[in-house]
């Protein structure tokens, strides 16, 4: 039995008033943080896969427990799907066996997204799916928009496919994307039709909540 989940409780009314000021510092001044070893040969082990397989890239960001990852492959039997998450532990546990088409990673994404950028990955596709609010407006330099590493996520390019349960978080990386890009991204609420990507996805949709996704085609650097 699937408990039913909450909605996002934030003390944010409206997107917060110092999203422009990060996203512009991150523009200011590039992320420097020393990459670590074992983000590097996990990167280099994805690269290799990812050689292998002779065929575009979708780039699962997140991955959780990796069930997007196993369902995009399925989806898209002609791409090549990396799904990446930091916890060994959510990796880890047991949805079945993993496509030939599809490969997961246990990276932290700072690192990954430069690592990819710095050797010209270029995905078709680009999902960043549920969770993702921290949603105390405290939190905001947490939310990927509010991070330095947004320029290289968004210079990846690619068809960027954005979900999540909180309108706000939406809004904010929308502002975000056209600040870095000058693009301007489409946010429309959104129904899977019981066709769900993460578990996630499910329990919010199951428990009456609102979805939403934003979408946008980047150019890649």
């Known amino acids: 039995m699937q408990h039913a989940s909450r909605a996002v409780i934030s003390n944010q009314t409206g997107p917060h008033e110092d999203v422009g000021r990060r996203v512009a510092r991150a523009l200011e001044h590039p992320l420097r943080k020393p990459l670590a070893d074992h983000n590097r040969r996990a990167f280099e082990q994805a690269d290799q896969w990812l050689q292998s397989q002779a065929a575009p890239l979708i780039l699962d960001a997140g991955c959780g427990v990796g069930l997007s990852t196993r369902r995009l492959a399925q989806r898209f039997?002609?791409?090549?799907?990396?799904?990446?998450?930091?916890?060994?532990?959510?990796?880890?546990r047991d949805h079945g066996a993993v496509p030939d088409n599809a490969c997961l990673v246990r990276a932290d994404l700072v690192d990954f997204w430069r690592l990819a950028l710095d050797a010209g990955w270029a995905p078709q596709r680009h999902f960043l799916l549920y969770p993702n609010p921290y949603p105390k407006a405290a939190h905001l330099k947490m939310r990927w928009h509010g991070h330095p590493v947004l320029p290289a996520l968004l210079a990846l390019g690619g068809h960027l496919d954005l979900r999540s349960n909180w309108s706000i978080y939406v809004q904010e990386f929308a502002q975000a994307v056209a600040q870095v890009t000058g693009q301007s991204a489409d946010i429309a609420c959104h129904d899977p039709h019981d066709?769900?990507?993460?578990?996630?996805?499910?329990?919010?949709?199951?428990?009456?909540?609102?979805?939403?996704?934003?979408?946008?085609?980047?150019?890649?650097?």
């Open 77 to 92: 039997p002609e791409h090549a799907v990396i799904g990446v998450d930091r916890s060994a532990d959510r990796l880890g």
């Open 195 to 221: 066709d769900y990507l993460t578990p996630f996805e499910a329990k919010y949709a199951r428990s009456g909540q609102t979805l939403w996704r934003l979408t946008v085609a980047l150019e890649s650097r």
